[in-house]
């Protein structure tokens, strides 16, 4: 290829300083001041694939389904299997097929949330792709990071993806039932939570027995009634 | 991995820009990678050879600036780089530490230049 001899003249030096992800941002903080204005609590749900985040949003709305009500936003590669099952629990659920993508953005999450009915809801819960790498860098508008570990999963997992753990609100230690048998070793797993993540609530659960579930639940209502205007004070 | 879509919107901000300045060709790209970023620098540098083909851009050179990790002690107030998985203060031990850098995932700066007539007549000269 030919030198061009004006382009050394012409040449100039641009500062740009921009985020590569600055449209997701946009993205996002429109959805944020959306949930805001309908009270929504919104958990962005992380985890590897096969951690249990299907059954522990499935088992969390239909156990709550008299005291919050919730609906659904699942992100799955190429199947709306998620969706269906968590249809079952009775709450609303829209299904954002990815293809290839490993990560759910903002923009996608903000389509999904206008085909929901958000008039009467609680709580939003965001079931992203299965991944605990890609996901960590997109902000979904969420108020609240939950990332699910399965005790099978081991110990050193929280050492294997520290980026995303770093950005927990909450972890859940999932197939806490079979945690034994799997050979976890429950102290150290614990204690590298929480020097990973010492900013998140963590919590000990089984979503397919039901142990240390009430725990989640009551922490989870609690957030919920957090949105809610208090009430004013009796005349 | 998602470098690639990662490197066509810095191909996109960067155009953006460089038509701002009226200008035709990026010779330069400038990037700043955190180590949190969960981006990996060299499979950014792969995207940006395909996503850069039949562009202003094409045969720019990208350079890419790594950021390490920095958290801040608020007992103690000072900065340091954390060691491995934990980030702990090396003055008092406390992981009730804030992070400061290492997010960064940006397009600092560019490189562009505009193609001037005198440039056209002399490339067709020169054929």
């Keep these: 290829m030919k030198q061009i001899a004006g382009d050394s003249l012409s040449a100039q030096t641009i500062a740009v300083n921009e985020g590569i992800l600055s449209k997701n941002d946009v993205f996002a903080a429109r959805n944020r001041s959306l949930f805001a204005s309908r009270r929504l609590l919104v958990l962005n749900v992380l985890s590897s694939p096969g951690s249990g985040k299907t059954a522990f949003i499935e088992r969390t709305l239909t156990d709550l389904r008299s005291r919050l009500r919730g609906a659904v936003i699942v992100g799955d590669l190429a199947t709306d299997n998620d969706a269906k099952r968590i249809a079952r629990s009775g709450a609303q659920a829209v299904q954002i097929t990815t293809g290839d993508m490993c990560h759910l953005e903002a923009e996608m999450v903000g389509k999904a949330a206008g085909q929901l009915n958000l008039d009467n809801l609680d709580v939003l819960i965001i079931e992203n792709v299965g991944n605990l790498v890609c996901p960590s860098g997109y902000d979904l508008g969420e108020n609240l990071r939950v990332v699910l570990l399965a005790a099978t999963e081991g110990e050193d997992k929280p050492l294997k993806y520290p980026v995303m753990f770093k950005t927990a609100d909450v972890v859940i230690v999932n197939k806490m039932d079979i945690a034994e048998a799997a050979g976890f070793d429950r102290a150290t797993a614990l204690d590298n939570i929480r020097r990973i993540a010492p900013q998140a609530t963590v919590f000990e659960v089984s979503a397919r027995t039901g142990l240390g579930m009430e725990q989640w639940y009551a922490w989870l209502e609690q957030r919920c009634a957090q949105k809610q205007p208090s009430p004013s004070p009796a005349a | ?127």
């Excluded at chain 2, 998602?2 to 460089?18: F, G, P, R, T, Y």
């Excluded at chain 2, 851009?57 to 998985?85: K, W």
């Excluded at chain 2, 995932?105 to 560019?110: D, G, V």
């Design chain 2, 1 to 127: 991995m998602h470098e690639v879509s990662i490197m066509q919107n810095a191909l996109e901000i960067a155009l953006e820009h460089m038509r701002r300045q009226n200008a035709t060709r990026i010779h330069r790209i400038h990037m700043r990678v955190g180590a949190l970023s969960s981006v990996v620098p060299e499979a950014l540098e792969f995207a940006f050879d395909v996503v850069t083909q039949g562009t202003p851009a094409q045969g720019a050179t990208l350079e890419i600036e790594r950021v390490p990790a920095v958290c801040y002690c608020p007992a103690c107030q000072i900065e340091f780089e954390p060691d491995g998985y934990f980030y702990e203060c090396p003055q008092c031990g406390s992981l009730n530490v804030q992070i400061r850098k290492g997010r960064e995932l940006e397009l600092a700066f560019l490189e562009v230049s505009q193609q001037t007539a005198d440039d056209r007549r002399q490339m067709t000269d020169g054929e």
